[in-house]
T-cell receptor
Framework: EDKVVQSPLSLVVHEGDTVTLNCSYE??????LLWYKQEKKAPTFLFML????IEKKSGRLSSILDKKELFSILNITATQTGDSAIYLC??????????FGQGTRLTINP | EAQVTQNPRYLITVTGKKLTVTCSQN?????MSWYRQDPGLGLRQIYY???????DKGDVPEGYKVSRKEKRNFPLILESPSPNQTSLYFC?????????????FGPGTRLTVL
């Protein structure tokens, strides 16, 4: 059975801290791994990763994929209160068939 | 403005009363999907469509139907809703690309079945 597992499920840190969110997967026919941010509404796209070892960056956020060990991490440096959200990891298996993890609820305290 | 719209945004209904949640996108996307989101379970794919008249089951299709008669619309039909279908539903669309495959999500429909 396909599985995507995120950890931790919940994380509370102070503004300015650096956080690392984890996503491990066991999925047949892997095509890509995607990260989304969900605030009080619909998820918004952050990154798509297809190759191992190539870091994707967007401002203070970065992500990397390890296809040998079947995991990805999402790093957020110098966190701000606006980073508070649920972060979702999803694996695409075949075109448009996505399996999501449970999400990590990140809370940034001022 | 490029967007995915869903209607209704909120719905309270009773067991067995057929309902349809509409989804429409204005980006000419080939791919569309329906998800449900439940606490502790994340997003689970219900059905997806790769183009007009092409649909396939996701991970939790039981109790749901879909149709894709036009490229822009992808309605979700609950023929006989039950309380275990109480959930937050998202529609999403995207277009295939070798390097980029972002899904655009609609605003969500919160459904309560009594």
């Amino acid at each position: 059975e396909d599985k995507v597992v995120q950890s931790p499920l919940s994380l509370v840190v102070h503004e300015g801290d650096t956080v690392t969110l984890n996503c491990s997967y066991e999925v047949t026919n892997f095509r890509s791994l995607l990260w989304y941010k969900q605030e009080k509404k619909a998820p918004t796209f952050l990154f798509m990763l297809t190759s191992s070892g190539i870091e994707k960056k967007s401002g203070r956020l970065s992500s990397i994929l390890d296809k040998k060990e079947l995991f990805s991490i999402l790093n957020i440096t110098a966190t701000q209160t606006g980073d508070s959200a649920i972060y979702l990891c999803a694996v695409e298996k075949g075109a448009q068939k996505l399996v999501f993890g449970q999400g990590t609820r990140l809370t940034i305290n001022p | 403005e490029a967007q995915v719209t869903q209607n209704p945004r909120y719905l309270i209904t009773v067991t067995g009363k057929k309902l349809t949640v509409t989804c429409s996108q204005n980006m000419n996307h080939e791919y569309m999907s329906w998800y449900r989101q439940d606490p502790g379970l994340g997003l689970r794919q219900i059905y997806y469509s790769m183009n007009v008249e092409v649909t396939d089951k996701g991970d939790v299709p039981e109790g749901y139907k879909v149709s894709r008669k036009e490229k822009r619309n992808f309605p979700l039909i609950l023929e006989s809703p039950s309380p275990n279908q109480t959930s937050l539903y998202f529609c999403a669309s995207s277009t295939p690309g070798l390097l980029y495959n972002e899904q655009f999500f609609g605003p969500g429909t919160r459904l309560t079945v009594l």
